[in-house]
């Protein structure tokens, strides 16, 4: 995947999984305004999991799952 300009974030996240690979957990929080790219990096992030063997799970919340405690969660 091809993201100008976020080669910082993407080896942070890269670190992130080669750390967590190693037995060692970690998070990333990636936040931002709409359309700065945050879910481009989440796909590089799955991509990146994927190559390096570990799964990666991909869930998307609705309104109606923002209204119950810990909805996307469950």
């Given at each position: 995947?091809?993201?100008?300009?976020?080669?910082?974030?993407?080896?942070?996240?890269?670190?992130?999984?080669r750390?967590?690979?190693?037995?060692?957990?970690?998070?990333?929080?990636?936040?931002g305004?709409?359309?700065?790219?945050?879910?481009?990096?989440?796909?590089?992030l799955?991509?990146?999991?994927?190559?390096?063997?570990?799964?990666?799970l991909?869930?998307?919340?609705t309104?109606?799952?923002?209204?119950?405690p810990?909805g996307?969660?469950?």
């Amino acid at each position: 995947m091809d993201l100008r300009e976020r080669d910082a974030e993407l080896h942070v996240l890269s670190e992130l999984v080669r750390s967590a690979r190693q037995g060692d957990g970690g998070l990333a929080v990636i936040e931002g305004p709409p359309g700065i790219g945050k879910s481009s990096l989440l796909r590089a992030l799955a991509a990146e999991c994927d190559a390096a063997g570990a799964g990666s799970l991909v869930a998307r919340a609705t309104r109606l799952v923002g209204e119950v405690p810990f909805g996307l969660a469950r």
